[in-house]
């Protein structure tokens, strides 16, 4: 990390600047918009009586909602893209000399589905905001990653509605491992610590249970593995405490898995990072909120001791 906070609030007040003046044009366009979309749907339905009719009136409600989410992408999509290439991207080279920031790439869907945390094939997949390069010793990639399934009801009208659920959610690591591997390892929450995975997940053909001889550890978490031998050797008393630590502090599920020679680590959070607020005014706090998120992203390197290239640490 190089340079003070006070530096980097210098350098960066004329960006700051100038994106608070775009961010404020941007807000009144949206107002205005909205409002004129409200009033003319009023102005339908006090004019046009057909459109009183329940069916009608859901139909218009649900017009003006997509009209306003369309409008708010396109008004938006400048003063965004500008935000994370002009600030994010800064914040980013700040925190880490040897580190780039791509805000509409991510990890790759490869990446996601060779770590075998997650057997279920998503019917939706998004990524953005790919951190990738050095900490120290260690490669890294990180996004975040939204992965969904999708099921379909039909009421008894015959009518058909498409649901959306949630498989992961959150923040999706490639890392280096300070030891080689040839196995797979995967950590995953317990759902005895009340996170979502089912029976069946737990007793599916993911290897062999591997029983640790660390009762906190396995509070948290439930191990398999294609070799015992190995899960122990990765899993090392000190790692196995750094994982309970660090999930103690995270307080949301964490999984982790070493499988085709890579390293992955999904954090669970509902969180959006990095996005700007469109209705709030840009301030110097906000400044320290995005880096306190980048620092927390980045710290995992330490908080697992990943530089460290010795065995058994």
């Known amino acids: 990390m190089t340079g003070g906070f006070t530096e980097l609030y ?40 057909a459109v009183r009719d329940p069916s009608l009136l859901g139909f218009v ?69 790919l951190i990738a390069g050095r900490i120290g010793q260690t490669r890294l990639k990180v996004s975040e990653v939204h992965s969904e399934y999708k099921t379909e009801s039909t009421d008894s009208k015959g009518r058909r509605t498409t649901h959306w659920h949630t498989i992961f959610r959150g923040l999706f690591f490639v890392l280096d491992f300070p030891k080689p591997f040839r196995g797979t390892t995967l950590v995953l929450p317990d759902n005895g610590d009340g996170a979502f995975l089912n029976f069946l997940e737990r007793f599916s053909s993911r290897g062999q249970l591997v029983k640790l001889e660390d009762p906190e550890f396995e509070h948290y978490f439930v191990t398999y593995a294609s070799d015992q031998v190995e899960a122990r050797y990765l899993l090392s008393t000190s790692l196995m405490q750094r994982l309970v630590n660090f999930r103690k502090a995270f307080k949301r599920p964490l999984y982790l898995a070493f499988s085709g020679g890579n390293f992955y680590l999904a954090l669970s959070t509902p969180k959006n990072f990095f996005e700007p607020r469109i209705f709030q005014p840009l301030r110097l ?12 992203v980045l710290s995992v390197v330490d908080e697992l001791n990943l530089n460290t290239r010795i065995w058994g640490a």
């Open 61 to 129: 409600a649900f017009a003006g909602i997509a009209a306003l989410g369309v409008a708010h992408g396109a008004l938006t999509r400048r003063y965004r893209a500008r935000f994370k290439n002009e600030l994010v991207r800064r914040l980013v080279q700040h925190l880490g000399p040897g580190l780039e920031y791509h805000p509409e790439a991510g990890v790759g869907y490869g990446s996601y589905r060779s770590s075998q945390l997650f057997p279920r094939e998503p019917d939706r997949y998004k990524e953005e905001d």
């Open 10 to 49: 210098r350098q960066l007040e004329p960006v700051i600047g100038d994106l608070e003046r775009e961010r404020r044009e941007v807000a009144s366009r949206l107002v205005l918009f909205g409002a004129v979309t409200v009033l003319a749907a009023v102005l339908l339905v006090a004019l046009v009586p």
């Open 285 to 296: 706090e906000d400044l320290v909120d995005y880096l306190t998120d980048l620092r927390f």
